[in-house]
Structures are given as C-alpha cells and as structure tokens.
DNA sequence: AATTTTTAATTAATCGATTAACTCTATACT
DNA sequence: AGTATAGAGTTAATCGATTAATTAAAAATT
C-alpha cells in the first residue's frame, strides 16, 4: 500500500499538489478552486484515508504544534494529573504534548530541554528542578515561549503558574494551633526551592506568630532516601522534649511517607497525632476519619499554563505574569 | 538571533551543507571529510549550539525516532508507571514517547491513532479500549509496528505483552479458600474485556473447584459510575444469604474505591472482612496490617513491549508473539 | 609521463506540504 | 472589437537534512 500523500491525491484527480493542499486547508476562497473539484479532491482524500504529514508541514511552517511538558516523574500522581489536563487543553487547541521525565536531575533536565527542541516544540511547560535557573535562562535567551508550573524562581522574569504556598501554609499551620495543638512540627524536603521554602515561612511564621516556635520541630529528609529518613526524623520529632502533637507534612510524597511511617510505629493519626497534608492522595480518602490536607486547583493550573504559552506561541504576547493561583485548606 | 542550521554552519566555514551533515552524523570514513575540517566543524557546531531540526530529519529519513503509547488515563498511577518505564526504555534506544489518554472511549481512541499516524510515529503501543478491535485491524492494515500491552484481543493476531491473568487469580482465589475463607466474592468492571474476563474466569473456576461457586458473589460495576455502583454491590454481597467473608477487586482501581467502600461502612478489614487487591496502590501499605495483592511486572512489561516494538520498526520483523509475563501474589 | 587511486569535497535530488506569484480561459464591460 | 475582471488552476521556491552520484585535485603506481 503506497503512502498516500498530496501529490498521491493530486495525480488521481489530475490536478497539482497545490490545489489538493488548497482545498484541502480551506483556502480556496474567492475562487481558487472550483466547488466540483473541492469535492472531487475531499472524497478522494477521505477515500484514501489521506493523513497529512505533520513533520512536513512543521518544517514548512515553522512550528510543530506541539508542546513540551518537562516533570519531575511522571507516575507521581500529581504530575500525572497535571499531564493530563494539560493534555486536555492542549488537545482543545490543536497542541499536541510530548512529556518529559528529569527525576529531578539537573542533567535530565537539559537533555529533555534540547530534546524537545530538536522536536521543535511551540513552547515549554517546565516544572524545574533545584538549581535550574540556569538552564531556564538559556530557555528564555533562545526565545522560545516557556511557562514554569508548580515552582518559580523569584529572581527570574519567566511566566509563571505557581499556588499561595506562604499562605496556605500560615492559614493551614493557624487551623491547628487554634485546634488546639501545641507542638506541631514540619516535615519538608531537604532542597531550595523556592515553593518549598514558601510552604515552610508559611508554617514558621504562623507558630512564631502564635508564639510556638521551635526550630527542633522543623526536619528535613532527603528525595532519594525518603523513607529512611523520613523514619528518622519522626522518631527524633517523638523524642523531642516537648513532644510533638501534629505533623504537617510539605508535599504529597512526603505526606504518603510520612503517614506510612507513623503506622509503621503503630502512632494511631488523630488519636496518637495529628497530621497535616500537602496535596490529595488516594490513601486520604481512605481513613476512617478525616484527615485535612491542601488541595491544588492542579486543573486550574493546567489551563492556566497553557494559555499563559499560547498566548505567546500565537499573539507573540511575552507576558512575564506570575500568576498565584489559590489552594484550598480541605478540612 | 539567526536560527542555527547546517547552512548556517556550513556558510561561515565556507564549506556546503553537505559536508556538515556528514561530520555530524559520523558519516566522514574512507577520506570522505578531513580531519581538520571535521574539527573545525564539530567545533563550530558546539559554539553555535547547534540543534538538529528532526522534522526534517524525519521528513527524510521516513522514520521520526518516536512512538506513540495510547492508555486509557495517564494520572492513573498504573499507567503512569507503564509510560515512565516505556519512556526511559525508549530513551536508551534513541526514541520519544508520546502519550495519548483515551478515556476508554473509542472515538478518542480513533482520534489519538489517526493524530499520532499523522505525526509519523515509527510505532504504537496500546492498551486497547473495549470494542476497538476494527480500530487495531485498520492499524495492522496499515503495516505500523505495533504492540499491545496489558490488555489483548485473543482473536486477532497482534503482538502483545499480558500477563498471566487466569493463572494468577486462580491462585489468589484458591489461597483464600485455603486461608479459610468460605464465601468470597469478586468485583470487577461490567466489561467485556479479555484481561479482566480472564481474572472473572480464574476466580469461577477455582470456586467451582472448591465446590464454592455462588453466581451471586460475582459483581460488577461500571468504570463511570465507580463508587456508586461499588456501594451498591458491597450493600447486596453483604446481605446475601451466605455472607461473604472476602472480596477479591479486580483492577486497582476498583480495589481503591472498594476498600474506600468498606470504610465508610466502618468494616474493619481482616476483621470484619478479607480482601484481596489487583495491583498495588500507594494505600495498600499504609495499612498496619498485610493486605494480599497481586503485583503486576510493570517494569518488565515496560521492557518487553519496547523490545517487541523495537523489533519489529528497526529489524522489520513481524513478530506475532503473545508474552504472557507473570503476576506475582504478595502476601 | 601517463594512468590509477585516494582524498576531500560539492551538486542536486528528495522527503511532503505550503503559498506567493503567475498563467490561461471565459465572461463582462465600454 | 478591445480591454478588464473573475475564475480555476499551475509553477516553482522553500523549510532543513540526507546521500547517491559526481568532480577535482593530489598522491601513488606503472
């Protein structure tokens, strides 16, 4: 079975490629191609189940209509989420979305930036990893349109969707002093970044605010050793001398961790200690009782980013907004 | 700031294009190109930042070094594991992935086919919606590489990665029965899908073999309606004259919104009731207690699709084989 | 010195689609 | 009748990279 292409379409019907791609594009306005002959040349490409050569018309055109999205890991949850309402959107708006995998590593990172470039993507959707400033300012010099999602660099004029991580946090950390909890601590990751840090002044404001501060109460565990350390540091935060009544826990991984670790010793959450999550997890749903924890608008998000990238793909629009979109504090 | 191609290259050495593409492809033996100029070349390439258009490169070449992955929902975790480990298989053979979500509907499914085709996949890997067997015949007719993976048409003659689906819940059923249990039941969804057919089958047939087969203690629910139709059948599995003791879920999704189900009802699973899970969830072991699940070999059919794909695009090898990888039964 | 071989490149066609600029007819208008 | 104008298409260049076929000079061989 040969391949069909215009040229295909145009020697059965006697005409040129031109007119095929013509009719077949909808520009055959006033009078370029006769009513009969659009016909003709619509039923024989529907006939020969013509499917026009994207790399073809991306060269000649200059753009790919496609997106790449770059992410820390793509079986997480919530980047798998994100992907797929990006998808969504993008899809709505003739993109396709090629996704890109760093595990947070610096060097996957500038590979998946080059990569998708030689794919002469329209645009990139990053969610960058620790210490990328560098790698998105080679982004921004090559012009190419460009959206960070999730996480931001304060210092760097780019596009931005990211959520009121401070805030969240302060609102989030206030709910359980006014609860009633005393000692809550604070587990995060062991990196600068920036959404992080955020989450974390959210948390250290609201207990110095409240007069409860102690640095002890907040620890850090390590991405590759995170169930190791995350036991470690509950045990310390337990030994603690003024013991520790609530844990809040910086981002979804950790939550899962860290409820795993708690059951682990047999700490029985809500009973023994109360906990605190970042982010919506299958397990959450599944305690008996309720557990709070902070919702990410991640649909929102999506949308948001995409259009923040469209507009600079199709008006030529560079828009530097960083837009703070708001979580919510599900009790 | 000037696009950077061959040309550009080429014009401020002073040599054609030509001669560039060869250096950059490691084409120059047998005295084709200099060594200096080779050099030169490479270095200029470098200082340029040079990065190959693989629209055209593809455009030439008729392959474009990527395929396409279609699944039913990317943020569902099981998924989202299968495209990670597809990716960096593919990315070690030089390969991109483009994923596509169906949504289990055949009209997407239809669309996402036509649009990767149109974006010159060298391959597809599937996991076939419900139904879509004329949509994997028009693919075959169209002589693409193809694998399906996780779910299989046993009538058509695809190459396809399962695994042992009967075998393993036959094994799991019967584990019950010899743990004691009585009256199990299985829910699965109300679908006529061969890989879930196959687990309905392994549960029959070792309850007939036990002399325990109750039609009744087979339910289905419906992938729209999930959590609704699965209160609904825990509701009625419970008030069955012989009363059921465990329920064996038949995807991962099903077992999440089944023990979510339980919950809410305040049964205490291995207490008030056994459960036996298809996959593992992140929820599976939060529990303080073992729950049993069957372990699918995600990694490896990551691996083994890729290969058989692989296979067939680069040594045009037709291979039909059907790999049935086994399911291991965690306890 | 003449011929062959090797070395080092270039030329030009090609992949498939797009589109500005052009051609050719037929009809309309003065 | 002679010129405009509209209608219906075609031509040919182009996007960027690849590669078979060719050329031209230098080196080796007879």
Known sequence: MEKVSLKVIAKELGVSAATVSLVLNGKNKNG???????????????ELHYIPNSLAKGLKMGHSKSIGLIVADISNVFFGTLALHIQNYAEKGGYTVIIGNTNEKLEEMEKMITFLNSRQVDGLIITPAEGSEFLIESVLKGKKPLVLVDRGFPDLNVPSVLINNYEICYRST?????????NPAFITYRQDQFH??????GFIEAMKDAGLFTPDHVKEVSYPYLNEDMDKAISQLLKCEKKVDAIFFATNTISMAGVKSL???GMLIQKDIQVMCFDETDAIDLF????????????????????LLIDQIEKKEVTNKKL?????LIT
């Open 324 to 328: 703070f979109l708001e979580a919510e």
């Open 263 to 265: 059951f682990k010793r």
């Open 196 to 201: 992080t840090n955020e989450r974390k002044r």
């Open 288 to 307: 008996p009782f309720r557990v709070p924890f902070i919702k990410q608008p991640i649909k929102e998000m999506a949308k948001t980013a995409l259009e």
């Open 174 to 182: 206030k709910q359980l002093i006014d609860q009633g909890f005393k």
């Open 32 to 46: 370029r191609v006769s009513e009969e002959m659009s016909k003709k040349i619509i039923d024989k490409a529907a």
